[in-house]
Structures are given as structure tokens and as C-alpha cells.
């Protein structure tokens, strides 16, 4: 049966502030979605969306959306606050939900919606956007191919210049893509982690936040995350032992690029030195141009009709959220290494 001739799966959202509009758009555009409930608290949030969207109903009430047992699945697009008890709300009701990153702010809140989910037999995924994002979708297929060889290390870089929070850090606010990205290229958990930051604007919220993890197979990650930053970059760059690639997302043609460049073990004298890099061609793949927000929302409509989430899962949720807290654990203490369970 196709998706068009399947029943509508019927979402809600609450919360159109800064991201909600972009939700909404998106599930009013997935096949096989209806968009039923838009719900927000305040007026001329609830105003951009009025008439938008012929059959939704914009409320700022809450319980409307939890009171319709027709009612499949609720978006949480609030700010990460409030996620944990909105949440839970949610599962609660018995409705699926689909909650923007971070899932929470503390490990045990996160460790709460997985739990929650599992016993109210609900699905329950995590905004980590970039998981579906067509560049990274191929590059990880790469990866996990053995086209780079063995994993090295990998980099990131996530920087602008504003928007400034003063509710949370650069860490929370931007590192979530970027430690749920590195999380599915590892296939594995950090052992260790380690983070150094500044605030210079506003006093205890670091603007700038780099982030080290290092995983049980020698796979070492590094983050840089601002809003203090004279570029916008938002780039992923993998090093392996046969091959090399970078997902730039601020490039318009040109968004992946692979390296046939390598090294191999030699001793580093006269001769050696030029037997042990090595330089091939650069490949530009062809990528779908999908748009990964509308990837994400599909992907949540066919883990309610399947039971579950294969990508950006409450599990992978709760990981990302392990991982922040280490980080934050570190940043308050000056660098000073952080020990996880890799299991």
C-alpha cells in the first residue's frame, strides 16, 4: 500500500518560535502526514502561521492537542528547557513524539523519555537534523564502506558570528548535530571526553567551546562550536588511512568532497618521507538535493507506521545528551578529562 492511500498519520507541534515554523512547513509537506494541531502561547507566534495552513488548528492550548485520542504524534519545537516535561506529557498521553535537540538538559530527564517511550510502546525520535542531511546520509555510507580505510580522526566546526543565547552555551546550543554526527561515523561511544571555553559577552555562558572525544578504537573527535566568530562554517572534515572527505553545508555545489589522499607507516628519512604520504584523485560525489528537515519529518512518519526509529532514535538522543553533559562536566573544570561508560 502506498503512503498516499494509507490513512494520515496526524502530528501536532508545539512551539512555533524560531524553529516551529520550519517543522510545520515540513510536516504540512510530507506525504502521508496531516498537520492537525499548531500550538503556541503566545499570540503573534500563533498569527504567522493563521490561515497558512487549511485544516490545522492553531491553539495556544496545549491539551487540545493531548485530549485527541485521533491524534498520532506531537512535535516538541519549545525551547530545551522544557523539554523533558513537555516530553513526558507527551508519552504520557500515549502519542509518539518527535523532540528538538537536546532531548534534555540532564542525563537522568533523557535516560526518563527513553524509558518512557519503551513502556508506553511509543516511537520516540531526536531533531538531530544533519543525520538525515543527503551529504552526511553518503558520506557515512562511505565511511562505514571502508572507502576511507580506517577512521583517524575527524573535525568539525559549527561558527557564526550571533545568534547569542543567554538561557544556554555555545556547547548545548550548537554541538548536539555535530556530536550526533561524530557518534554515527565512530559507531561506537567516546570514552573520554574533554572541553575548554570562554564567555566574553555574557558572564558564565561560553560563546566559543572546543570539545575533544576520544573512542575505545583510536578515533578521536574534535569540536568547535561559536557564536563569537567572524565566518559561517558549518563543516564536517573525516581523515582515514586510505582517503580523506568534508561535508561543507555553507558550499552550494560543491558540499562533499573526497580525497584519494593517505598515508602508510614509514620512517619518516630521505626516501621514507616521500614513500609514506601519498596523492590521488578529488571526487566531487553527485548528492540528492533533498532537503534534510523534510528527510527527517518522512522518517518519522514511517517509524510510527514501522514502531520504531532506525536513525535519530531516543537512544541516539540519550547518547548525545551523555556526551553534553561530560563536556559541560569538563568545561566547568577547567579541561580536566572526563571518564564515560562506553557501553
Given at each position: ?253 560543491r558540499k562533499l568532497t573526497v580525497y584519494e589522499k593517505a598515508s602508510s607507516p614509514s620512517r619518516f628519512d630521505t626516501w621514507g ?71
Amino acid at each position: 500500500m502506498s503512503p498516499a492511500s494509507e490513512t494520515p498519520i496526524r502530528i501536532g507541534i508545539i512551539g512555533l518560535g524560531y524553529w516551529g515554523p520550519n517543522m510545520a512547513r515540513a510536516l504540512a509537506s510530507t506525504p502521508g502526514c496531516q498537520l492537525a494541531y499548531a500550538c503556541d502561547l503566545d499570540e503573534g507566534n500563533r498569527a504567522r502561521l493563521e490561515g497558512r495552513y487549511p485544516g490545522t488548528v492553531i491553539t495556544d492550548r496545549f491539551d487540545d492537542l493531548l485530549e485527541d485520542d485521533t491524534l498520532d504524534a506531537i512535535v516538541v519545537a519549545t525551547g530545551a528547557p522544557s523539554h523533558h516535561a513537555i516530553g513526558m506529557r507527551v508519552l504520557e498521553a500515549g502519542k509518539h513524539a518527535l523532540i528538538e535537540t537536546p532531548l534534555a538538559l540532564t542525563v537522568a530527564d533523557a535516560r526518563e523519555l527513553v524509558a518512557t517511550a519503551a513502556a508506553k510502546d511509543r516511537v520516540l525520535m531526536v531533531g538531530h537534523l544533519l543525520r538525515f542531511h543527503p551529504v552526511f546520509e553518503r558520506l557515512n555510507e562511505l565511511a562505514q564502506g571502508g572507502a576511507l580505510g580506517r577512521m583517524l580522526y575527524l573535525y568539525t566546526n559549527r561558527l557564526n558570528f550571533g545568534k547569542v543565547r543567554a538561557d544556554e552555551n555555545a556547547l548545548w546550543s550548537l554541538a548536539p548535530h555535530d556530536i550526533s554526527l561524530a557518534l554515527a561515523l565512530a559507531n561506537e561511544r567516546p570514552v573520554e571526553v574533554s572541553a575548554r571555553g570562554e564567555a566574553f559577552l555574557r558572564e558564565g555562558v561560553e560563546d566559543v567551546v572546543f570539545g575533544y572525544l576520544h573512542f575505545p578504537s583510536g578515533l578521536v573527535a574534535h569540536l568547535h562550536v561559536s557564536w563569537l566568530d567572524p565566518h559561517k562554517s558549518r563543516k564536517l572534515t573525516v581523515v582515514g588511512s586510505e582517503g580523506m572527505a568534508v561535508f561543507d553545508d555553507t558550499e552550494t555545489d560543491r558540499k562533499l568532497t573526497v580525497y584519494e589522499k593517505a598515508s602508510s607507516p614509514s620512517r619518516f628519512d630521505t626516501w621514507g618521507e616521500f614513500q609514506a604520504l601519498r596523492t590521488g584523485d578529488v571526487q566531487i560525489p553527485q548528492v540528492s538535493n533533498a532537503e534534510p528537515l523534510i528527510q527527517e519529518t518522512k522518517a518519522f512518519v514511517e517509524a510510527i507506521r514501522n514502531g520504531a526509529a532506525t536513525i535519530a532514535s531516543g537512544d541516539e538522543g540519550l547518547a548525545v545528551v551523555e556526551v553534553l553533559t561530560a563536556l559541560q562536566t569538563s568545561l566547568e573544570q577547567h579541561g580536566a578529562p572526563v571518564r564515560l561508560d562506553s557501553q
